[in-house]
């Protein structure tokens, strides 16, 4: 990335950028900005998907269901006749994707919400809260005498992996498994593939759906208090039950959501506060900062950089005309570095008063549904490792390139650091 003297990311043309480029994905912040002033509605030239980098323009289509449609499957917007020739992969042995939850409009939606939102209660969050914490300190256990670690692969993936995998009902000591069924599950929406790649990432996604349809077919026989327990017997009022083709794609929604966003923010967290000691002890003088903190990162390292989107009508935006079945890409990472909305936007500031207006998690009817949890798990890792340990540092270079190549998330490889224990 090029800086300025003050290590703030210097404007990058347009013409000579591409948002699929692997040093652009790693670090978008440039271009965000020159797309914002010169192109918020951007067409990229390799797919046709415009692009939708302005704070006001994300939120307001997030809001409006009626004219940008969630029934979209982004792989065959991103691969093309390769995203069919996925979903006959997965139909000849298992389950191909259909539109479920997040990939519904209303009145669907509505009656899938309602569904998730009966096992996805707050008073069962707030219940979490012991074991997050709890396990937190577990993981510390294992390393804190060593002085180092690999803060993601030690503590940042498997404290969200093993609470989630708890709470669905799955073996909570194969979070790396799991983990590895999400980036294969988010794969297709997030590069462009080979045939060889395709059938690669068909495997790893039969494999999830084929262990998942024993656990369903266990858990209707044999119900035991856990997510996926509630959800194969969950109903509304003249509403069948989950068919098993809509449980498979919402595990691979709660799955995908789960086994990724939050790790990545956990891990940033921690990286931000090693690059900026002045916020670092702020936040020590100040504990009560912590929920402003984890906005703050969400803001300026959102998880989940974009989403998409098909337009349902003619309609315009900036005076950009969009048609009928155009696909649109939300770029929730752009809309969060939004100078207009967000002053000194790359600036990483815990007492930000605007922060949490961030888009990280959506927005509208389709705002996040493990929102609640992943802040939680977020500012419970984060004051847990600040209460046990300091004097963080990196341990070692980050790896090259540091991130998992992915159009719509920014997943860091690794992060060595070392520290001192506090005890």
């Known amino acids: 990335m090029t800086s300025d003297k003050d290590g703030c990311p210097m404007t990058k043309k ?69 995203g069919r020739r996925y979903q006959e992969m997965l139909k000849e042995k298992g389950w ?51 002085g180092e670690c690999d803060l993601i692969k030690d503590f940042a993936l498997p404290l969200p992996g093993m609470i989630l995998g708890e709470q669905l009902g799955l073996d909570k000591t194969q979070f790396a498994r799991f983990q590895k069924w999400a980036l294969a599950m988010l794969a297709t929406s997030n590069e462009i593939m ?46 069948e039950p989950f068919t098993e083709h809509e449980l498979q794609n919402l595990l691979n929604q709660l799955i995908t959501g789960g086994y990724e966003t939050t790790t990545s923010a956990i891990a940033h967290g921690l990286w931000l ?36 989107r098909t337009v349902t009508k003619d309609t315009s935006i900036r005076g950009v005309d969009l048609k009928k079945d155009d696909t649109i890409l939300l770029r929730f990472g752009a809309a969060n570095q939004d100078g207009e909305r967000f002053e000194c936007p790359r600036s990483f500031d815990i007492e930000r008063k605007n922060s949490a207006t961030h888009l990280a998690f959506g927005g509208g009817i389709h705002v996040c549904l493990g929102q609640q949890l992943a802040k939680q798990e977020i500012l419970i890792g984060i004051k847990v490792l600040m209460e046990r340990l300091e004097n963080f540092k990196l341990n070692a270079d980050l790896p090259e390139p540091s991130y998992v190549y992915s159009l719509n998330f920014r997943p860091l490889k690794a992060l060595p650091i070392q520290f001192r224990s506090r005890g």
């Open 194 to 239: 080979s045939d060889e790649r395709l059938r690669e990432i068909a495997e790893i996604e039969l494999d999830a759906q084929h262990y998942l349809s024993e656990v369903f077919e266990s858990r209707r026989k044999n119900p035991t208090g856990d997510l996926i327990s509630d959800l194969v017997h969950v109903t509304l009022e003249g509403e």
């Open 14 to 82: 347009i013409s000579d950028t591409s948002l699929l480029d692997a040093e652009t994905l790693a670090n978008p912040w440039g271009f965000y900005e020159a797309l914002q002033r010169e192109e918020p509605i951007y067409k990229m030239p390799e797919t046709g998907i415009y692009v939708v980098t302005k704070y006001d323009d994300v939120a307001h289509i997030l809001r409006d269901t009626e004219t940008f449609s969630n029934v979209i499957l982004a792989m065959e917007a991103l691969q093309g006749d390769n």
């Open 96 to 146: 191909e994707h259909v539109h479920v939850l997040h990939r519904t409009d209303p009145p669907k939606h509505a009656t899938h919400r309602k569904l998730v939102d009966r096992v996805f209660t707050a008073a069962r969050v707030r219940d979490l809260v012991p074991a997050v914490e709890a396990l937190a300190h577990e993981l510390i256990d294992k390393f804190e005498h060593l």
């Open 273 to 308: 506060l090693i690059q900026n000691p002045l916020q670092y002890q702020k936040l020590r003088d100040k504990p009560e900062l912590l929920k402003r903190f984890v906005d703050e990162t969400l803001r300026i390292e959102s998880p989940v950089q974009g989403i998409m």
